[in-house]
Structure formats: C-alpha cells, structure tokens
C-alpha cells in the first residue's frame, strides 16, 4: 500500500530554513501528484505547493511563493519541501500527500485541493518563532 513518511520539521527562528522530506513507496508515482498541505490550531487544512510527479509546473500558495520550494528526487522516490525565509505564520503541521487519480484528470485549480489527494502521511510540527 502506499506510504509516505515525512521528516525534517523542528523549531526555527524567523527568517530560518528547514527542508522537509517525504519518503513515498507503494506504487509507481509518475502519474500522479504530490503536494504539501499544512493544518494549523484552528484552521482549515491548506495547500502550500503542489506538483506533478514526473515535472512540469507547480503550485503554490500565495503566502509562500518566493519562500518555499517542491522538487523531488525519482531515484530515492522522495519530495522535498525547501523553506525559506520562515514567519511565525508558517507554524503548523505539515502533511505529505498524494493523488489518487492521474494528473491528466486534473485541472490546475485540482492541485490546491485535499479532495484531489487520497494519501495522506503523519505529518510533522514546524514551529517558527519570532
């Protein structure tokens, strides 16, 4: 079945870094994508950048472009979520997730949305302090 396993989150001081990691396995990923979603106290589950496994364009919120960064690595079948210039705001859980149907059904308002992704990792705390 599929599994995704995140890693990399922590405390960092406003203006920091961290990279999240996301270890995927299951299945063959070149159709489908990947996104990262975070869920802070109280908030909704939101989209914070999003792909397509085998390339192309991506996505990202507005809060985070210029600052945050999807890539992935075929050969260890893992994606990445560089994050720059951290703000307290980007406090919060951060989810792996990938699609259950392939890219080609997808609109590109599809990558923002939790009801186009049908796995689902852990999630790991990134707390970001002032």
């Known amino acids: 079945q599929v599994q995704l396993v995140e890693s990399g989150g922590g405390l960092a001081q406003a203006g920091g870094s961290l990279r999240l990691s996301c270890a995927a396995s299951g299945r063959n990923f070149n159709n489908y994508a990947m996104a990262w979603f975070r869920q802070a106290p109280g908030k909704e589950r939101e989209n914070v950048a999003a792909?397509?496994?085998?390339?192309?364009?991506?996505y990202y919120a507005d809060s985070v472009k210029g600052r945050f960064t999807i890539s992935r690595d075929g050969a260890k079948n893992t994606v990445y979520l560089q994050m720059n210039s951290l703000i307290p705001e980007d406090t919060a859980v951060y989810y792996c997730a990938a699609g259950n149907r392939p890219v080609t059904q997808y609109y590109s308002s599809s990558y923002y949305s939790p009801t186009w992704y049908g796995y689902w990792g852990q999630g790991t705390q990134v707390t970001v302090s002032s």
């Open positions: 792909m397509a496994w085998s390339g192309g364009s991506t």
